[in-house]
């Protein structure tokens, strides 16, 4: 066995600590590498800790993913040598000349850090708060340490803000989660199968001690898992078996609340940024986090095309260095003035129209019911009169509702919610709700997701045995289940549903419509394959790698029965989608005087 050593070298502009010691509460070692002006001095921290192998670049470890973004988006590997791009965190060449250091720790158990891997547990986020504290104390740090990245690297940072650290002075969450339960591991009460999936792909591939079996850094040669090499026994019990530890926690038990924020002791000043298309993963904790965390001083931005990209973009970048110049660096960089939500208004063909708003949701939307009228499967805003039942295989691709075609242009921005009245042949049924968009003859328009090529406008899910709603935290447009007990259907009974679709935004145009389909399986795009990414195992075919198709959590005994739809009478089903009318016209700058 060989161990790291700490070296120092300067280059491309920079003095990089590689492979820096940081000594956790129980005596294990992590390591980080720190890119730092070379001038000595005091500088704020940008600081990320994650699983991802500090040392792999972009390049390496995800190469259709640069490929895309790099040919897209030319700015991205402009002004840099793009050596020291990794997946979801900052590149140092483009934030050390701007008098900052960045601090890059593996996490416990992968790249360069030994010990057991344990996703987002609070061994996991004890170590985040300990990586901070170490940051503020160094000799070439001004006690200000933010956090910033993506996912992974975003979802991390609610859950050690929930700690409080005291050198903690400002959070960037791109596009990452918050709910380990409801955004991450089960929607609506319905298991995902992408962590499972992701933990193969993306975590096993760089954990500490693969040594050949992994990648060697483009930088130095060093090995990007550390300078150990275990067997595949010795790797097996140095991490969580991960699939099965969420499939034994099927209802929001302490398994889930201790790997989830408390929003009440999020205080630190928070920029959340989320991506329209990242239904399954990536929109619902940023627009949940803005709302709820207790932070006097928070912001929204929400765009959209792929998950990574903006980010990296001088668009993303710049916002994120005004904002941590603000808080970190104390400069007067307009920040303050910053709008409270910044929305990239989506319309279809990947037009985006920046637009800047006051809160979330929007204070005029038109919160308007949409009808589903089993007659002619229509959507309509006059409520249907007559009682009827719609019957669809419980496995199957379901029934589509269909607006006319819109006498206007209209935009929908912001949460919505289905209310159903359902009853199943069996004792369970998995309800999967997607909001779409067609052409006036019937041709689906589909949107650049964050992963996905082909995605709809917006996606719910709720298994009806998960129906318990919290009344403290549910709203009209935002229902929230309690997800802590099961409560299976009798044969025939028609129960109530409401069913949380994520918030997304699109401006429909004239002449399209708008469509709801409820289904009893994930959406599939109808109009050919999305290809495939290097860090996915699934063909991209509408919802990305954010499936359902676990079948020890849907087995076929309790969910493929007939799902039937009920209407008429009290039972009127409904669509609320949040309709946002044009902003005022400022009101004229003449003031009449008494």
């Known amino acids: 066995m060989s161990s790291l050593q700490q070296r120092t070298e300067v280059r491309d502009g920079m003095r990089i600590d590689f492979d820096v010691p940081i000594i956790m ?71 050390v000349p701007h008098d900052y250091v960045c601090v890059r720790v593996d996490s416990r158990g992968a790249g360069c850090s030994p010990g057991f891997i344990d996703h ?24 200000k340490v933010g956090l910033n990245g993506i996912s992974y690297y975003g979802i991390n940072q609610w859950h050690v803000a929930s700690l409080q650290p005291p050198h903690l002075a400002a959070i960037c969450i791109w596009e990452g989660a918050a709910d380990w339960y409801r955004d991450m591991t089960h929607h609506g009460g319905i298991l995902s199968t992408f962590w499972e999936n992701w933990y193969d792909m993306q975590v096993k591939t760089v954990q500490y001690g693969a040594g050949e079996r992994g990648k060697r850094s483009r930088v130095h040669g060093q090995l990007v898992c550390g300078p ?22 099927p209802l929001d038990d302490e398994y889930h609340k201790a790997r989830s924020p408390v929003w009440s002791k999020i205080k630190v000043p928070t920029f959340s940024a989320a991506n329209w298309g990242g239904q399954g993963l990536h929109p619902r904790g940023n627009f949940e986090g803005f709302v709820r965390a207790a932070s006097k001083d928070k912001w929204l931005e929400a765009h959209g095309i792929e998950h990574w990209t903006h980010f990296y973009t001088d668009y993303g970048r710049e916002q994120q260095r005004r904002f941590f110049d603000y808080f970190l660096h104390g400069k007067d960089t307009g920040w303050s003035r ?48 007559g009682r009827a039942q719609l019957k669809f295989a419980a496995m199957g691709d379901g029934l589509t509702f269909l607006t006319p075609p819109l006498e206007a242009e209209t935009e929908i921005t912001g949460p919505s919610a289905l209310k159903l009245f359902a009853s199943s042949s069996t004792k369970d049924a998995d309800f999967f709700i997607v909001l779409r968009v067609f052409t006036g003859d019937i041709k689906e328009i589909v949107f650049q997701g964050a992963i996905d090529p082909h995605t709809p406008v917006a996606q719910g899910w709720l298994r009806a045995s998960h129906r318990k709603l919290d009344p403290k935290l549910s709203t009209p447009y935002r229902p929230y ?114």
């Open 25 to 95: 509460d129980d005596g294990l070692v992590l390591r980080a590498d720190v890119f730092r002006p070379v001038k000595d001095g005091k500088y704020p921290v940008i600081l990320s800790y994650g699983p991802y192998a500090k040392n792999l670049a972009f390049q390496d470890g995800y190469p259709s993913a640069w490929q895309r973004m790099t040919t897209k988006h030319p700015d991205v590997t402009a002004g840099s040598s793009n050596l020291y791009q990794s997946w979801e965190v900052v590149d140092p060449e483009k934030w």
């Open 120 to 143: 987002f547990s609070p061994r996991e986020t004890k170590d985040y708060y300990d990586c901070i504290e170490w940051a503020g104390v160094q000799p070439w740090s001004n006690g």
């Open 228 to 249: 150990e090499t275990l067997s595949e026994d010795e790797l097996t019990r140095n991490r969580a078996n991960f699939g099965d530890d969420i499939r034994a926690h």
């Open 338 to 385: 910053q709008p409270k939500v910044l929305l990239q208004i989506r319309h279809p063909g990947e037009k985006f129209v920046a637009r800047a708003e006051s809160e979330w949701p929007l204070k005029r939307t038109k919160w308007t019911k949409f009808y589903l009228d089993p007659r002619n499967h229509g959507l309509t805003t006059k409520k249907p009169s």
């Open 481 to 594: 289940h309690t997800h802590d007990r099961i409560q299976h259907l009798k044969k025939g009974e028609v129960v109530q549903l409401d069913i949380e679709i994520w918030p997304t935004s699109i401006v429909v145009p004239a002449g399209h419509r708008v469509a709801l389909s409820i289904r009893g399986k994930d959406y599939e795009y109808g109009g050919g394959s999305g290809g495939k990414l290097s860090n996915f195992k699934n063909e991209l075919t509408g919802c990305g790698p954010f499936l359902h198709n676990d079948p020890a959590d849907r087995p076929m005994k309790t969910f493929n029965g007939m799902t039937t739809l009920h209407f008429g009478g009290a039972r009127s089903p409904y669509l609320l989608l949040p309709i946002v009318p044009p902003k005022k016209r400022a009101a004229s700058a003449r003031t009449k005087r008494t």
